[in-house]
């Protein structure tokens, strides 16, 4: 099981600021993803990373962005928050090859007043 | 498309009975399938994987995997109230080892009644 740690568990901010989720992993997994999720409805992915300097675009379209420049950190970053970026934002990790289980981290908890 | 189904409930069972949660796939190449539990307000943690067709057990939980027919299913026995949760199904679909994406149901909710 990976250890996933996500930070801030909670953010309530104001519309037009930026922000930054931090997601990182002690495991050394080379592939990381970031998951879009409202309450009560199904996961989407909206980023995700094989490697370093690899970043990739998931299958929701999303205003946010993402880095990936060490191998155990994964930011999400909103340049402008909008209240339509309300939701809960959920990282998760998997290992090198030969591993294929993919874990979660605790998430956070987004809102954009 | 490629998609994951699972029975779309919510299921609800007595305490001490058993719960079945069901999902089928589009993609024929599939390799690897997870059965994760997503308590309300939390992250999905992962309780299952199965690769090979069959079953395979795990204390209460047992998965089953039919590749033939895209049909991979979760039975808990015995089932208790602190089971009550969504059960997402997750497939990594492909066969040719690159993709290393998980596509998810939307999740049966299950309540355990005392």
């Known amino acids: 099981e990976a250890d996933i740690y996500q930070t801030p568990r909670y953010l309530v901010i104001g519309t037009g600021k930026k922000i930054t989720l931090e997601c990182s992993q002690t495991?050394?997994?080379?592939?990381m993803y970031w998951y879009q999720q409202d309450p009560g409805m199904e996961l989407h992915l909206i980023h995700y990373s094989y490697g370093v300097n690899s970043t990739e675009k998931g299958d929701l379209s999303s205003e946010s962005t993402v880095s990936r420049i060490r191998t155990e950190h994964f930011p999400l970053t909103l340049e402008s928050a909008r209240p339509s970026h309300t939701s809960q934002y959920l990282c998760?990790?998997?290992?090198?090859?030969?591993?294929?289980?993919?874990?979660f981290g605790p998430g956070t908890r987004l809102t954009v007043t | 498309q490629k998609e994951v189904e699972q029975n779309s409930g919510p299921l609800s069972v007595p305490e001490g009975a058993i719960a079945s949660l069901n999902c089928t796939y589009s993609?024929?190449?599939?390799?690897?399938f997870f059965w994760y539990r997503q308590y309300s307000g939390k992250s999905p943690e992962l309780i299952m994987s199965?690769?090979?067709?069959g079953d395979k057990e795990d204390g209460r939980f047992t998965a089953q995997l039919n590749k033939a027919s895209q049909y991979v299913s979760l039975l808990i026995r015995d089932s208790q109230p602190s089971d009550s949760a969504t059960y997402l199904c997750?497939?990594?679909?492909?066969?040719?080892?690159?993709?290393?994406?998980?596509?998810f149901g939307k999740g049966t909710l299950l309540t355990v009644n005392p």
């Open positions: 998760a990790s998997r290992g090198a090859r030969g591993s294929r289980e993919q874990y």
């Open positions: 993609d024929r190449g599939s390799q690897s």
């Open positions: 997750a497939v990594n679909m492909g066969s040719g080892g690159s993709n290393y994406k998980l596509t």
């Open positions: 199965i690769y090979s067709n």
């Open positions: 495991m050394g997994h080379d592939k």
